[in-house]
C-alpha cells in the first residue's frame, strides 16, 4: 500500500476545491474522509455559508457526474429514484432514471422533503441500490450523497428521524469565515469560482484509493479504545440514545482514511480523537441537546474522559 498516494490525494483536492472555498481546508479534509470511506455528510449551517458551492467544487474537482436534487414538500419519491413509463414508440414500459443515478448527489435541504420522500433515500445511501416497480437497480460506483439542511428555520420543515440521520456518515457544520476569509471570498466572486476548477483526478487514482484504503491496519489497544469511546456514549446519564454500532464501524473506517492521507497504514488513537465528534455528534440523542455545536462538544467531553492507550516501550 502506498501512502503517499492518499497523500497527494488529499493535497490535491484541497488545493484546488481553496480555490472555491476559503479557510475551509479541515472541512475539505472530512469530506474526502467520507467519500473514501463510502459515506455519506449532511452539511448544517445557516443559508449562504458555501454549502452548495463546496460540493459542486468537490464533484468537478473529481470529474464525477454529478445531479442536485432540491427538496421540496411536494417532491415524490419516484422523482428521485426513477420512474417506469409507456414508450409508445417501443410499445413496452421503460425505465427512466432519477437523479439518484449520478456519482455525487447533491441533496440541497433535505428537511424540507415529507419523510416518504426523506425514506427513499434510505435504501440509496445504506445499500448504494433503489427499488423501483419491485425491481432492484445498483447505483454508480463511487455513490455519495452531500445533503444540506438549514438549522434555524423549522416553518416547512420535516425533521430527519434518527434512523435517516444514521445513514450519514457526518455531520459538518461550516461555520462563518473570518474577517480576512470574508474579503477573499468576495474577490473571488466577482467572476464565477467555479470556472477556475478543472479536473485533477483520473478513474485510475480513485480505483486505487478505494481499493487499498481497507488496508490501514489498528492494533487491539486502539481498538479497544475505539470500543470505549462508544461504549461510554450508551452509558452517559443525560443521553437516552447512545451510538449504535453502524456509528463504530463508520469511526473506525473514517479513522483508517485519515490515517491514510497522513500518510501512515496503521491508525493512532489520534486519528480516532479526531475523526469522533464529527462521526458521532448526530448520533446521539440527549437532554438538552438540538444542535451541531452542543452535540459535539458532549462527544468532546466523553472522548477526555476515556484513558488513552499509550505505546509500550521498553527501557
Known amino acids: ?10 493535497d490535491k ?7 472555491v472555498i476559503v479557510g475551509k481546508e479541515k472541512e475539505i479534509k472530512l469530506i474526502i ?26 464533484s468537478k474537482t473529481l470529474n464525477l457526474p454529478f445531479k442536485r436534487i432540491q427538496f421540496t414538500p411536494d417532491l415524490l419519491p419516484s422523482d ?12 413496452d414500459f421503460q425505465f427512466r432514471p432519477g437523479p439518484l443515478f449520478a456519482n455525487i448527489i447533491l441533496a440541497d435541504e433535505i428537511n424540507r422533503a415529507t419523510p416518504r420522500t426523506q425514506s427513499s ?23 455519495m ?24 456518515f457526518m455531520r459538518i457544520r461550516l461555520g462563518y469565515p473570518t474577517a480576512e476569509e470574508e474579503k477573499a471570498i468576495i474577490r473571488k466572486n466577482i ?7 478543472d479536473p485533477i483526478v483520473s478513474k485510475e487514482d480513485l480505483d486505487y484509493l478505494f481499493n487499498n484504503v481497507s488496508k490501514v491496519s489498528i492494533e487491539e489497544d486502539v481498538m479497544d479504545y475505539l470500543v470505549s469511546i462508544v461504549k461510554e456514549t450508551r452509558n452517559k446519564d443525560n443521553i437516552s440514545l447512545g451510538v449504535s454500532p ?17 500518510g501512515r497504514d496503521y491508525i493512532l488513537p489520534e486519528d480516532i480523537k479526531e475523526m469522533a465528534p464529527y462521526v458521532l455528534n448526530h448520533r446521539i440523542i440527549a437532554r438538552g441537546i438540538s444542535n451541531v455545536e452542543d452535540s459535539t462538544r458532549l462527544i468532546n467531553e466523553i472522548i477526555n474522559r476515556v484513558e488513552v492507550p499509550l505505546e509500550n516501550i521498553e527501557l
Do not use: C, W
Open 1 to 10: 500500500m502506498d501512502t503517499q498516494k492518499f497523500v497527494e490525494f488529499k
Open 13 to 19: 483536492v484541497v488545493e484546488n476545491v481553496s480555490k
Open 33 to 58: 474522509v467520507s467519500f473514501l470511506a463510502g459515506g455519506h455528510v449532511l452539511l448544517e449551517d445557516v443559508p449562504g455559508t458555501g454549502k452548495t458551492m463546496m460540493v459542486k467544487a468537490f
Open 80 to 91: 428521485i429514484t426513477g420512474i417506469n413509463y409507456y414508450n409508445q414508440k417501443i410499445a
Open 121 to 143: 433515500l434510505l435504501e440509496a445511501m445504506e445499500e448504494k441500490q433503489i427499488t423501483a416497480d419491485g425491481e432492484t437497480r445498483k447505483l454508480n460506483t463511487p455513490f
Open 145 to 168: 450523497v452531500l445533503a444540506t439542511q438549514n438549522p434555524v428555520e423549522s416553518y416547512g420543515t420535516f425533521p430527519l428521524p434518527e434512523a435517516q440521520l444514521d445513514r450519514f
Open 191 to 197: 467572476s464565477s469560482p467555479l470556472d477556475k476548477i
Open 246 to 262: 453502524r456509528g463504530s464501524i463508520a469511526l473506525f473506517k473514517a479513522s483508517q482514511v485519515y490515517a491514510a492521507i497522513n
